[in-house]
């Protein structure tokens, strides 16, 4: 019996110590998360800075009418900037469609898309879904850079959250449709509309306007020009088919 109260007193203060050092462990993690998370965020751009970023546009020369466009001189970005209200009900639907269905409706990120675009990249191998918002796609693409890590994604959340907090969804949605990447160095649907189809964003038709709202996620993978044009058809009906319901 005194034994048993020996071995019984013996594994209680191991116990005890386990725990001790278990919230130890516990509590040093949480600190050196907590100056992680605090490192990430103070080196985060304010979304006033986006009020002074100036969006680079391509120099355009006409000839002495003003209506022919003669020539267009570009560094890495073709782009031009268009106004909200000119930009076709067409293309924003198509837009929103491809990326983003519920973006009038739901916060600056959608946890369950998050998710969902996970196992299905998993389950895929390769990238198919992002799970981002359009307002998260516009903050990645005018403060960060496109790398896959954890701190991105951390920095890519509280980006979109105060750009939300600072702008309607419309200003949001006629930033990102100036602001992102096409493919063949076209930025915003202007330039790209001008590029693939040779004609104005205000121009495009139902099935046009689809095809370039589909490029948006990957144009690279997605390019016209490349080996993944069966696909690029296939987010393209994808995208009428959401516009649809």
Known sequence: RSLMKHVALRRRKFL?????????????????LAVYLVTILSSLPSPEEFDASRVTQSTKIYD???KVLLYEVHGEERRT????????????????????A??????????KSMLRALVTNVREGRITQGGSTITQQLAKAVFLSPERTVARKLKELVLA?????????????????????????AYGVEAASRTFFGKSVKDLALEEAALIA??????????????HVDELMARKNYALDQMQK
């Open 16 to 32: 005890v110590v386990a725990f001790e050092w278990f919230m130890v462990l516990a509590g040093g993690s949480i600190i050196i």
């Open 64 to 66: 002495r009418t003003g």
């Open 81 to 100: 900037v268009v106004p909200f209200e000119e930009i076709p009900a067409v293309v924003r639907g198509a837009t929103l469609a491809a990326e983003d």
């Open 102 to 111: 519920h973006f009038y409706s739901n916060p600056a990120f959608d946890w």
């Open 161 to 185: 959250v105060r750009l939300e907090a600072k702008y309607s969804k419309d200003e949001i949605l006629y930033f990102y449709l100036n602001q992102i990447p096409y493919g063949s160095n």
């Open 214 to 227: 589909s490029l948006s996620q990957a144009p690279s993978y997605y390019s016209p020009y490349g080996y």
